[in-house]
Nanobody, 123 residues
């Protein structure tokens, strides 16, 4: 059993930055991912990192702006988001899952999920 607790969401102006954190209890061997869900849209993959951080994956629309990382000792995964745009507005969810495919499914529903963190980009 894995429990995930996200923090770091909030309101930011376009061009600003936020850093999301996901503290995990339990095993550190899971693939950790961030997904997001905007109103009226399906939840979709944003970024993922393998068990020991050897590999990372980003969807095209966040490449060069977002960075995923993990601190094994703290069992925490981070998503540093820079140059935020209004279209990045969504609830961001942390996910822990066994290594099934790489990268994880774009609309995966498997594994463990956090409660979500609201990110709003608006002037």
């Amino acid at each position: 059993q894995v429990q995930l607790v996200e923090s770091g969401g909030g309101l930011v102006q376009p061009g600003g930055s936020l850093n999301l954190s996901c503290a995990a209890s339990g095993s550190t061997r899971y693939v950790m991912s961030w997904y997001r869900q905007a109103p009226g849209q399906e939840r979709e993959l944003v970024a993922a990192i393998t068990g020991f951080g050897a590999s990372t994956y980003y969807v095209d629309f966040v490449k060069g702006r977002f960075t995923i990382s993990r601190d094994i000792a703290k069992n925490t995964v981070y998503l540093q988001m820079n140059s935020l745009k209004p279209e990045d507005t969504a609830v961001y969810y942390c996910n822990a899952d066994s290594f099934r495919t790489w990268p994880p499914g774009r609309h995966s529903t498997s594994g463990y999920w956090g409660q979500g963190a609201q990110v709003t980009v608006s002037s």
